[in-house]
């Protein structure tokens, strides 16, 4: 959708007149917007909510109540717990093994958190690592999901595209992970899982690299047509041994074409809550924007430059420029090339520049979505022009779970 980006700034600028910068934001009407967008998006299909692109209960609660989502994809078993604990979710898929032995000794002593949460194996060394915290005797049975590796694999293995995550990656290995599993006492395989980092996580549509993109495209059309039947031959081999309650897949980029696999029962989203940065080289769907931090302007140094106090909040990933925040309201901002976003400061430049004055907001948004959450201890709701609630994140309940 159309952006008056004037118009946006300023709302929020009137929203949070009272506040001090630093401080971040999310527009409910955008959020409330791309979860529906998604919803749509899924064919029917349910979504999983990723909590690692939220952090925030209130508003994972928030996507939880909107037709279409169920449950939640969790990074740590920690934080599955403490979601489970608090009612945000009955159904918590931990995204990640885990090797957190006070988690899983708090998991096995709960038979109600043990129906909730489900665990994530690639090696059956994960299984001997619970049973050595827990042994199978003395607790209830563990929900676990097999990740499988949906990476693409082209001239016979010599190229690797996608993320290097779990070593189960042919219908073989998957069937004789699920075996293994089948013939451990104080196991309960229920679940596979699978994405397909290449085509979620990836814009196809770089700006300015046309060429770059098209090379992309290419690679997440060979990628799909591959994965389609090896995560067909993969479920098929695992329920041989299993009868499993859900195959999951995809990310915010692939919602669309991952739910169209027959294969997949749900499909994970979380990023395209928030719509950050990363998201706008997809063709395919591009998220309204809804988070957003504000900086306030200090100094102005030189004509053509406003420097704000603070804003390097950097994404994880690679090294690069698509990882740094785009200061974006106003509109004709950039950032300097030799400085990029600092911890402590930000200089600024472009059209836009020589309007600013000190005490002027600027606001940013993030290349990544969850990360944001990780600066500050809560996040300010709006709606049209008004703050209308205030919320913590994870950090402002206290928790850093990675």
């Not at 006070?102 to 049973?131: C, H």
Request: one cysteine or more; proline letters at 7%.
């Amino acid at each position: 959708m159309a952006i008056d980006r004037a118009e946006l700034r300023d709302r929020l600028d009137r929203a949070t007149a009272h506040l001090d910068p630093p401080y971040a934001v999310v527009d409910l009407s955008a959020f409330d917007a791309n979860a529906e967008a998604l919803a749509a998006r899924a064919g029917g299909k349910p979504l999983r909510v990723a909590s690692k692109s939220v952090r925030v209960r209130e508003l994972l609660t928030r996507a939880l109540k909107r037709p279409g989502w169920h449950g939640v994809m969790a990074f740590t078993l920690p934080e599955a717990l403490w979601l489970a604990r608090g009612g945000v979710a009955d159904d918590v898929l931990v995204a990640y093994p885990t090797a957190h032995r006070g988690a899983l000794a708090e998991l096995a002593a709960d038979p109600a958190r043990a129906d909730a949460v489900t665990l994530m194996i690639d090696d059956a060394g994960q299984l001997d690592l619970i049973d050595r915290v827990c042994p199978p005797g003395g607790r209830p049975a563990l929900r676990v999901c097999l990740d499988l590796d949906a990476s693409w694999r082209p001239l016979r293995g010599r190229v690797h595209v996608g993320v290097r995550r779990s070593p189960v990656h042919s219908a073989r290995a998957a069937g004789a992970l699920a075996a293994a599993v089948a013939g451990r006492p104080g196991f309960r395989l229920v679940g596979l899982m699978s994405y397909e980092a290449q085509i979620a996580g990836l814009g196809d549509a770089p700006p300015g690299q046309a060429l770059v993109g098209s090379a992309i495209r290419v690679a997440q059309r060979g990628s799909y047509r591959e994965l389609l039947a090896r995560r067909s031959a993969a479920v098929a081999a695992v329920r041989e041994h299993a009868d499993l309650e859900f195959v999951n897949g995809g990310g915010t980029g692939s919602v669309a074409a991952t739910s169209a696999d027959p294969a997949v029962t749900e499909v994970t989203a979380g990023s395209g809550l928030y719509g950050p940065t990363l998201f706008d080289a997809y063709r395919a769907w591009r998220p309204t924007p809804a988070a957003f931090f504000a900086c306030a302007v200090v100094r102005r140094p030189a004509a053509g430059l406003a420097t704000v106090l603070g804003g390097g909040w950097i994404a994880s990933g690679p090294a690069a420029e698509s990882r740094l925040p785009r200061p974006w309201l106003p509109a004709g901002l950039k950032l300097l090339g030799p400085e990029g976003a600092g911890e402590v400061q930000t200089p600024l430049t472009g059209d836009a520049a020589d309007a600013l004055r000190v005490g002027d907001r600027v606001w940013f948004r993030h290349a990544k979505a969850g990360e944001v959450c990780e600066h500050v201890n809560e996040l300010h709701l709006i709606e049209g022009d008004a703050v209308v609630a205030t919320v913590p994140t994870y950090r402002g309940e206290g928790h850093a779970f990675l």
